[in-house]
């Protein structure tokens, strides 16, 4: 037990600037519920007290089964068991996974379990029994893990976000969806996703106090967006939903480097918009290019290049699909699909192949904003005035970031997502009957309206003669 001490101190010390951020994690999306009291005279309590109890276990709904059959595909096999390890990372999902795994090496876990009748023991059957349990060693129905209790300090600290009564109304006026597993709002630029370091504020832990609802659970981050960028955020209301959501976005970027890209049965859809400098050649087409990340200055910066996969072994292939909305006085509406998940994908491929950067992308395209001249429209003036005095909450800003300023702000949203009802999926395959086609699940159409500055870019756009 003190060698637990010792590796918390050493990965969770209050020193880390990660400790607040994992706690708070931890709190709000951890399965552990009570603790449970060991005899003093079991051999193994050694006269500790309490162990810190996951729930008892039941055969979980499998996410990447689920996200293949939704994408038409036919599971091959039902999957292996259910380890302890993977257990305990699914009840703590945001607990470091060295951390887990050293508990493990320590003999730190133990499994509860009932004795099956006719089972000769020096117990009897139907009482419960405890012993140590190894990462690998499969659970069955009802097992209950129990791990030291000095992971409740992880459980016990309540870092919820405190927002007053006009913010929390703020965020839920950015929902444009809801119903029983998910939330969908649209993110508005210059917010952080995620928490870290030098991030005030931040959508998760915003969402966790502010779209929380009569739920038992905050809900959960499915996808990122840059922070800059804008649009369709989507949130996992239950561990389930998220959980099938998160595989079907992995479905999506490993079905397009492996399927027919010609096949429509894309479980899940996404357009962003964006204004670029410039007009690519063709009006439409297929983006084809690896990544990779390069870090630069002795680890202090680091940006995400196009590479040669035969030279480059970390890069990773990306593919984007194009449409021209309209060009017009140099500048370039464009409709992006992209069909894989990378960092900075649509950035990259806009400016490094298109040879079109999208408009405040200063990482990727400086050179394009080194001489930038603001497009201005005087019509436009009383439209601007009107909205002057707004202010927003959590330090955004509501004013300027147009082409008609000196600095404007990246020009990039997700427009539309179209994506399964994982609610009606969940219905059915909580129900009796296992007859139902997840293939044909029924969609939902998101849609998120351009913000205020790319609204402002596109008015302009259309007014200057």
């Not at 996200?67 to 091959?76: C, L, R, S, W």
């Not at 089972?119 to 893990?145: F, H, W, Y």
């Not at 917010?191 to 959960?220: F, I, N």
């Not at 436009?380 to 147009?402: V, W």
């Amino acid at each position: 037990m003190s060698e637990l001490l010792l590796l918390s101190r050493r990965h969770l010390s209050p020193n880390s600037r990660n400790l607040s951020a994992l706690i708070s994690i931890l709190q709000r999306s951890s399965y552990c519920s009570l603790t449970v009291p060991i005899k003093h005279d079991d051999p193994w309590g050694e006269g500790k007290g309490k162990w810190l109890s996951l729930p008892p276990f039941s055969p979980p709904i499998d996410p990447s089964l689920v996200a293949k059959e939704i994408a038409g595909q036919v599971p091959t096999e039902r999957g292996e068991p259910l380890t302890a390890l993977k257990w305990v990372r699914r009840c703590f999902p945001q607990l470091p996974m060295a951390l887990v795994q050293k508990l493990f090496r320590l003999r730190q876990v133990r499994k509860q379990s009932i004795i099956p009748k006719g089972t000769i023991t020096e117990n009897k059957s139907g009482e419960k029994q405890i012993r140590r349990v190894s990462a690998k060693s499969a659970i069955s129905l009802g097992d209950v893990i129990l791990l030291p209790v000095n992971i409740e300090i992880f459980t016990n600290r309540t870092c919820d976000f405190f927002c007053s009564e006009d913010e929390i109304n703020f965020i839920r006026s950015l929902e444009l969806y809801k119903d029983p597993s998910i939330i969908v709002i649209n993110k508005p630029p210059g917010m952080s996703v995620q928490g870290g370091v030098g991030v005030k504020y931040s959508l998760d832990a915003l969402a966790a106090t502010s779209l929380k609802y009569s739920y038992s659970e905050p809900p959960r981050l499915v996808h990122r967006l840059d922070r800059d960028s804008s649009g369709v955020l989507v949130l996992g209301r239950t561990r389930s939903s998220t959980s099938i959501l998160h595989s079907i976005f992995r479905e999506r970027t490993s079905g397009a480097l492996s399927h027919d890209l010609k096949f429509k049965n894309r479980p899940l859809q996404r357009k962003y918009w964006a204004l670029v400098i410039g007009t690519p050649k063709n009006s439409s087409g297929l983006i084809s290019a690896p990544l990779a990340k390069i870090v630069l200055d002795n680890g202090k910066y680091e940006r995400i290049k196009i590479v040669d996969n035969a030279n480059f072994t970390s890069s990773n292939h990306a593919l984007t699909e194009y449409k021209v909305i309209r060009s017009i006085h140099g500048y370039t509406w464009l409709e992006l699909s992209p069909l894989t998940g990378r960092k900075h994908q649509l950035r990259v491929h806009c400016a490094e192949v298109l040879g079109t950067p999208i408009v405040g992308d200063y990482k990727y395209g400086w050179q394009s904003h080194k001489n930038w001249q603001p497009t201005t429209c005087s019509k436009l003036s009383t439209k601007r005035g009107s909205i002057s005095n707004q202010k927003l909450p959590f330090g955004l800003e509501l004013e300027g970031g147009s082409i008609g300023e000196a600095q404007p702000w990246l020009h990039l949203h997700c427009r539309q997502m179209v994506l399964p009802n994982i609610s009606v999926a969940l219905q059915h395959l909580q129900s009796e009957s296992s007859n139902y086609n997840l293939s044909k699940c029924e969609k939902i159409d998101l849609v998120a309206p351009l913000p205020l500055h790319m609204q402002m870019s596109w008015d302009i756009l259309g007014y200057v003669p």
